[in-house]
């Protein structure tokens, strides 16, 4: 939903309906997660996607055919049948797919509100009937401390505002069945619920020509990036113009006071002992997902005995991605980025880092939900 926000605050401000796409559930290997989603104007423009272009033309016509009925419809789409031409998917998997209008001024000021919450990076979930004993397309949205909308019953709102809590805290997405008024075990009402959490930290220590281009790939990646130094004269918004923040101080100082969770990705790329040292220290001690260190083989071999000279055990410096990035034969800052990025996204799913071409089996590792 994210990557659509500009579009539909633009269609919102316009008054022009739309439809959305999502999927809602996927068996065996699919090219996008559960929480994917494209939307489809009355005015023909399109934003997103649902498969990575397999079946998109056809929900394209779904879609359109739901704006003009005013009617929720869920597609299931499995593995295309080349010879005929049809529409599918060709990783063998399958998808469902509920294609809901936003036709009335009601439901689009109700998706409005949902867009500004997540642009404003406030946690939120939206809870929609999927098929069942309640009106398909009815959604429910759930915030810390309100919710609003309703699926139809009392009983199932309270049951799915709950459950809806507590897929939020975890960041988890997915489907759940119910009775008609809320009751759980049940497979009366199947609801979707989409969570969105803010987006997740990159953390850049260090302004140097490679942190520009490791804080641009970050924000491409979807982080909020904050870049921070100690010399004035280096951290400034000027050089670093793609950063959500840019920040002055030392780097151990600025890391003990600020919010790391764990999906931060800490890349520290200042190659200083004075620096690296006591950033490292602390780096070590936060739940982040990630912890990358720029330098040679040699530089790296130091800085773990001055690392050990501080207390750091073995476990901890066995966390450090260091040195830091994948092995590509990168040269320049832009290709080392790449590296870098790399290597957190093989760190986030779990994959070789090998070309696929020499593997077997499935391409797509266990994945998070789509946000």
Do not use: N
């Not at 539909?8 to 994917?36: E, I, K, N, Q, Y």
């Not at 619920?193 to 790939?217: C, E, S």
């Not at 904050?226 to 793609?242: G, N, Y």
């Not at 760190?347 to 696929?356: F, K």
């Amino acid at each position: 939903m994210r990557e659509l926000l500009s579009e539909l605050r633009d269609w919102h401000t316009a008054g022009t309906p739309f439809a959305l796409a999502t999927v809602v559930a996927v068996r065996g290997s699919a090219p996008r997660a559960p929480g994917a989603v494209m939307a489809v104007s009355a005015t023909g423009a399109v934003a997103g996607s649902v498969s990575g272009g397999c079946v998109e033309s056809d929900v394209y016509e779904v879609a359109t055919e739901t704006l003009t009925a005013g009617r929720t419809q869920v597609r299931t789409y499995g593995i295309s049948d080349d010879e005929a031409f049809g529409v599918g998917l060709t990783c063998g998997g399958t998808i469902d797919v509920l294609v809901r209008p936003y036709v009335e001024e009601g439901d689009r000021a109700a998706l409005r509100e949902l867009v500004g919450t997540i642009a404003a990076g406030e946690p939120v979930a939206l809870a929609t009937v999927v098929s069942g004993a309640a009106p398909p397309g009815a959604h429910r949205m759930v915030l810390a401390g309100r919710v609003s909308g309703s699926l139809g019953d009392e009983g199932l709102d309270a049951a799915v505002t709950d459950d809806a809590r507590g897929l939020l805290a975890q960041g988890a997405t997915g489907s759940t069945g119910y009775g008609t008024h809320g009751e759980r075990r049940m497979q009366d009402v199947t609801v979707f619920v989409q969570t969105y959490a803010p987006a997740p930290r990159m953390l850049v220590f260090g302004a140097i020509d490679h942190a520009a281009a490791t804080a641009r790939i970050g924000s491409f990646l979807g982080y909020r990036v904050t870049v921070c130094d100690a010399r004035p004269a280096f951290a400034t918004r000027e050089r670093f113009p793609t950063a959500d923040e840019v920040v002055c101080a030392w780097p151990h100082t600025y890391l003990e006071s600020t919010q790391v969770d764990g999906r931060t990705v800490i890349c520290v790329l200042t190659h200083d002992p004075k620096f690296d040292v006591p950033l490292l220290a602390a780096a070590l001690r936060t739940p982040a997902a990630y912890i990358g260190v720029m330098g040679s083989r040699r530089t790296h071999a130091d800085r773990a005995a001055r690392l050990r000279e501080a207390g750091v055990g073995e476990a901890e410096l066995a966390r450090l991605a260091s040195p830091v990035g994948l092995d590509l034969g990168a040269r320049t800052p832009e290709e080392t980025a790449v590296s870098i990025a790399a290597e957190i996204v093989q760190h986030r799913w779990g994959g070789t880092g090998r070309p696929l071409g020499e593997l077997a089996g499935a391409i797509h590792h266990a994945r998070e939900p789509e946000t």
